[in-house]
C-alpha cells in the first residue's frame, strides 16, 4: 500500500479550510461591544443605590456584582 500524500490526506484537507476559516471569519460581537453593557448595568446599579440608600452589598445582582459597582462608583 502506497503513502498518501498531502493532497489525498482527508484530515489534512479538513485541517486547511478550518485555518483558512478561521482566518476570515471577523471577530464575534461580545468582542466589539461587549464593554458597554456591562459598564451600563453597573451605572444604573450606582444609580438605584444612590436613589434608594440601600448599602453596597445589597445592590440587586441584576447590576452585577457590588463590589464592580462600587469599584466603579469610586472611580
Known amino acids: 500500500m502506497r503513502p498518501m500524500t498531502q ?3 482527508p484530515k489534512a484537507d479538513a485541517r486547511q479550510r478550518s485555518a483558512r ?3 476570515t ?3 464575534p460581537v461580545r468582542f466589539l461591544i461587549g464593554g458597554l453593557k456591562p459598564r451600563r448595568r453597573s451605572i444604573d446599579g ?3 443605590r444612590v ?3 440601600i448599602p453596597w452589598r445589597d445592590v ?3 447590576y452585577g456584582p457590588w463590589n464592580r459597582v462600587y ?3 469610586r472611580r
Open 21 to 23: 476559516t478561521q482566518a
Open 7 to 9: 493532497r489525498e490526506n
Open 51 to 53: 436613589r434608594t440608600g
Open 71 to 73: 469599584d466603579l462608583f
Open 25 to 27: 471569519e471577523p471577530p
Open 60 to 62: 440587586p445582582i441584576e
Open 46 to 48: 450606582i444609580r438605584s
